[in-house]
C-alpha cells in the first residue's frame, strides 16, 4: 500500500488553465504539507494542514489554494497557470517528527 | 519490495563519530541520487546531489554512490550534535522527474 499517493503523475498543461494535484495519506497523520521543489532540488514548504485546517501558510501567490476536505486529504488548485509553475510538487504527511512523502507531481506549463 | 530502501534506525553516536547512513534500490533506472536532511518539525533540505557513481564531497559530508550495486551512502566526519536530524534519501529516474524517497534515518548525535 503506498502510504502518501498523489495524482496525477505528470501534468502537461497551456498557461491560464486551471489544474489540480489530489493527495491521499493513508498514515492516519494529522498533518499534512505540500512542497515545490526548484531547479536546484531544494524543497520549499508552500503549505501545511493540520486536521483539516491550514497552518502554514508561505509566500505563494493566492492563485494556489489547498483543499483539505478530511485529514487524509490534500488538494492543491492552481490557478491560471503560468510558465514559471512548471516544477515538481511533492505532497506529505507526518507527525511531530517526520514527514512521508509522495513521489511528486511533475507539472509542466507550455 | 519497496524500490528505496533506507533502515530508520534509530541511530545513536557518540559526538566526534563517523556516521554512515546508507540506501539501497532495487531499479537500475535511477541516475540522480540526494540526500536531505530533516530537523523536527521542520522542511527537508537538501545536503547532497549527486549523478551516477562515484563520491562526492562537501565540508563534512561525503555521499557515495556505487551504482553496480545499487547502493548509495552518506558519511558524516567529526559528528556534531546539531547533526542530530532525519537523513532521507531520494533518487530519480531523470533531471526533474519524481522522486522516490528512503524512509529517512533517524539520527542522534550525543555531546
Known amino acids: 500500500d503506498t502510504a502518501v499517493s498523489q495524482t496525477p503523475k505528470y501534468l502537461v498543461t497551456q498557461m491560464g488553465n486551471d489544474k489540480s494535484i489530489k493527495c491521499e495519506q493513508n498514515?492516519?497523520?494529522?498533518?499534512m504539507y505540500w512542497y515545490k521543489q526548484d531547479s536546484k532540488k531544494f524543497l520549499k514548504i508552500m503549505f501545511s494542514?493540520?486536521?483539516?485546517?491550514?497552518?502554514i501558510n508561505e509566500t505563494v501567490p493566492n492563485r494556489f489554494s489547498p483543499k483539505s476536505p478530511d485529514k487524509a486529504h490534500l488538494n492543491l488548485h492552481i490557478n491560471s497557470l503560468e510558465l514559471g509553475d512548471s516544477a515538481v510538487y511533492f505532497c506529505?504527511?507526518?507527525?511531530?517528527?517526520?514527514?512521508?512523502f509522495g513521489q511528486g507531481t511533475r507539472l509542466t506549463v507550455v | 519490495q519497496k524500490e528505496v530502501e533506507q533502515d530508520p534506525g534509530p541511530l545513536s553516536v557518540p559526538e566526534g563519530a563517523i556516521v554512515s547512513l546508507n540506501c539501497t534500490y532495487s531499479n537500475s533506472a535511477f541516475q540522480y541520487f540526494m540526500w536531505y536532511r530533516q530537523y523536527s518539525r521542520k522542511g527537508p533540505e537538501l545536503l547532497m546531489y549527486t549523478y551516477s557513481s562515484g563520491n562526492k564531497e562537501d565540508g563534512r559530508f561525503t555521499a557515495q554512490v556505487d551504482k553496480s550495486s545499487k547502493y548509495i551512502s552518506l558519511f558524516i566526519r567529526d559528528s556534531q550534535p546539531s547533526d542530530s536530524a532525519t537523513y532521507l534519501c531520494?533518487?530519480?529516474?531523470?533531471?526533474?522527474?519524481?522522486?522516490?524517497f528512503g524512509e529517512g534515518t533517524q539520527l542522534t548525535v550525543n555531546p
Open positions: 506529505a504527511s507526518g507527525d511531530n517528527t517526520e514527514a512521508f
Open positions: 531520494a533518487m530519480e529516474k531523470t533531471s526533474g522527474s519524481r522522486l522516490t
Open positions: 494542514y493540520n486536521n483539516k485546517e491550514l497552518i
Open positions: 498514515l492516519g497523520h494529522d498533518t
